[in-house]
């Protein structure tokens, strides 16, 4: 099968907020007033939640539909802890992201517990946000200068 590329691109509005766009869609990235932000929108860290939230829903679906599972609906609950002193400049002692993110998963599907825990796993190992998360993914950062069609790559 074929790569799909996804993308998304956008422009900042102030030091906090950042306006994107995926497809048609406008996601509206702002911080809470206590790290600086107007509250206008999820923060990039709640984003990754929610992504990781949205994709455990469609492969849940997905993967109880291939086995003939009737699942009527999935609640899904993410949460993770970090400690912001990276991202504030206040030291390098630990990571910048979560130290671990904790997924509670609620499903209303008609099955046995070991057929659950089957599905579960299944999701869970099928979940294109979870391999991201679960292991390195090469990351290319560049530095682009759109008025004169300069790249400068940074690796």
């Avoid at 993308?7 to 911080?31: C, P, Q, W």
Wanted: proline residues 5%; hydrophobic residues 40%.
């Amino acid at each position: 099968m074929s790569l799909l590329k996804f993308s998304v691109e956008g422009s900042s509005l102030n030091e906090t907020k950042f306006v994107a766009k995926a497809r048609n869609f406008e996601l509206v990235i702002d911080e809470p007033p206590s790290l600086g932000g107007n509250d206008e929108g999820a923060n990039p860290v709640e984003y990754l939640l929610a992504s990781f939230a949205g994709c455990l829903n469609v492969v849940g679906f997905l993967v109880a539909k291939e086995h003939g599972l009737k699942l009527k609906n999935l609640n899904i609950k993410i949460e993770g802890d970090l400690n912001p002193a990276k991202f504030l400049g206040q030291g390098d002692d630990e990571r910048a992201g979560y130290q671990h993110i904790q997924i509670f998963l609620d499903p209303d599907i008609e099955a046995d517990e070991q057929t659950i825990h089957a599905w579960a796993e299944e999701v869970e190992r099928r979940c294109p946000i979870n391999d991201n998360l679960g292991n390195k993914t090469p990351i290319f950062m560049n530095i682009e200068n759109i008025r004169s069609k300069e790249n400068l790559s940074l690796n």
